[in-house]
């Protein structure tokens, strides 16, 4: 795994999350949705676990690479329909990111590991794997859980306990104690449900 491999993969990575055509505001400036959210991913891996190496590290930032390439719209509305599109999403995007990896001239050994992560195998046994989905669940409590929570202002705080264990049951012991230590920022609206749904 050499610097210029890495370095190359990461801005094909980049490259093609530039293409997103949704936008969000963030930090005072308009980003396309999945280089804002690749950005983030980057970002807490390296506060949560620096020494991550470049494969965990591609994995991390190629996590949603294209995700808009295949819409949720284009699968049933149903339970069915979603658990499909998820399943269907991460051989997408573990695909995308092997490619990528292949013309920055990783072995295959490396190419391998990495769609093993972002493909979502083997969380709890396998560690890339479990360490993508701290990281994962970690900027999802930091960055996205206010606006996913103006989005359904019906739930009630049991439902909002509910969704906040199920989040909390897929990280490690080590991103739990990230949380408490108070290493992000969680959102000060919801700071009182999260506790409540982690401490009980």
Not at 19 to 27: T, Y
Not at 32 to 55: C, G, I, Q
Not at 89 to 117: C, N, P, W
């Amino acid at each position: 795994m050499t610097q210029a491999a890495y370095e190359k993969a990461v801005n094909l990575i980049d490259s093609a999350n530039s293409e997103d055509p949704n936008i969000e505001q963030a930090e005072g400036k308009e980003w396309p949705k999945e280089l804002l959210y690749s950005f983030r991913m980057s970002n807490m891996l390296e506060r949560y676990r620096n020494d991550a190496d470049h494969v965990v590290k591609l994995a991390v930032r190629g996590q949603h690479i294209q995700r808009w390439q295949s819409p949720r719209s284009d699968y049933p509305m149903d339970r069915q329909g979603y658990h499909k599109w998820r399943s269907d999403l991460y051989t997408f995007h573990a695909d995308k990111v092997g490619h990528i990896m292949e013309q920055a001239g990783f072995s295959e050994e490396h190419i391998e590991r990495a769609k093993k992560a972002v493909a979502k195998v083997g969380i709890k046994s396998n560690p890339d794997t479990q360490l993508l989905e701290d990281v994962v669940g970690l900027v999802f409590i930091e960055h996205y859980m206010l606006d996913f929570a103006a989005k359904h202002p019906e739930y009630t705080e049991q439902k909002w306990i509910d969704i906040i264990r199920k989040t909390w049951g897929k990280m490690s012991g080590d991103a739990h104690a990230f949380v408490l230590a108070g290493k992000i920022t969680l959102p000060e609206s919801l700071t009182p449900v999260i506790l409540k749904a982690v401490q009980a």
